[in-house]
């Protein structure tokens, strides 16, 4: 009965926490005022708010204290230095989100992209350059583990050199990305290790792998050192991460500290409130632990 009693508090006081950050970020009001402890390293993914022009987008950043964005491409780099905000996650070397590495008919399209785009994010600046492994289509998943490091292996001397980190995303394959290959993090990990280069890494996306293996907790304790970037959202749904979904991210968020990570966390869910960038605060202040 005493656990019970602790349990139902405890659920309780989560709740009203919660719901009190809810209350301040739906007041769009309270925007510039959010103070944040920055003991994460705030930044967001762009297309979830693509109904908003990109440069209001940059303003209500500012005004928000979120210093970095995601998956911004070089035409819009002159944009993000008017308003101070760092790209934490470049984009614009890869093909799609189905074809990638994995299969060597791609890789010298890819292999030509990517040499020329780690020069551009070195120059303007930033440090990190996503891809994708691409889906199966029948592939062994060994066979598809040996093609990514045969291919990956021709740009990473030119990512160490300008010190770019190629990022590769661990997608679920279960709901939004049907048959891609890179779909749980003990692949990923494997890919890392056999690459054996401090310049990739795997950006560790908190919504996908809940969805294809869960224990997201203890496999960013055991793997943090090959995640080298997070994105949130809520599951299921992939909306906001409060306390309308199954995942607690202030937890989260203090497990991925406690790893000694110093990079950005970005948020990746699509807000469903009216009132976008307040979805976007409360997500941020969840996260502010």
Same mark, same amino acid.
């Given at each position: ?68 964005? !995601?998956?911004? =491409?070089? +035409? ?5 230095? @008017? ?8 984009? #614009? ?47 062994? !998943?060994?066979? =598809?583990? +040996? ?5 990956? @292996? ?8 300008? #010190? ?69 959202? #809520? ?55």
């Amino acid at each position: 009965m005493k656990r019970r009693t602790f349990i139902g508090t405890t659920a309780a006081a989560s709740v009203a926490i919660l719901a009190n950050k809810t209350a301040l970020a739906a007041d769009s009001s309270n925007i510039n005022t959010m103070k944040l402890n920055n003991n994460i390293n705030h930044s967001v993914c762009q297309w979830c708010y693509g109904s908003i022009p990109l440069e209001d987008f940059l303003k209500s950043l500012n005004e928000l204290g979120v210093t970095a964005i !995601d998956l911004i =491409g070089p +035409k819009d780099y002159p944009l993000l230095k @008017k308003y101070n905000i760092h790209n934490s996650m470049c984009n #614009g070397a890869e093909i799609s989100l189905t074809e990638g590495w994995c299969e060597p008919k791609y890789q010298d399209t890819l292999i030509r992209n990517y040499k020329e785009m780690i020069p551009i994010v070195a120059e303007a600046g930033y440090t990190n350059l996503i891809g994708f492994s691409g889906n199966r289509r029948g592939m062994d !998943d060994a066979v =598809g583990l +040996k093609n990514c490091v045969d291919g990956l @292996k021709q740009i990473m001397p030119l990512a160490e050199k300008h #010190g770019v980190m190629i990022q590769m995303e661990l997608l679920n394959s279960k709901v939004d990305h049907p048959d891609y290959m890179c779909d749980h993090s003990t692949w990923g990990v494997e890919l890392c290790k056999q690459l054996g280069s401090d310049n990739f890494k795997l950006l560790y996306d908190i919504y996908h792998m809940q969805i294809m293996e869960g224990d997201v907790i203890r496999t960013i304790q055991e793997h943090h050192q090959y995640f080298g970037h997070y994105h949130t959202g #809520g599951n299921p749904g992939r909306n906001e991460i409060d306390e309308t979904q199954e995942l607690y991210y202030p937890a989260i968020m203090k497990a991925i500290l406690e790893t000694g990570f110093k990079g950005h966390v970005a948020q990746e869910f699509v807000p469903t409130w009216e009132d976008k960038i307040a979805a976007l605060q409360q997500g941020v202040t969840i996260c502010d632990v």
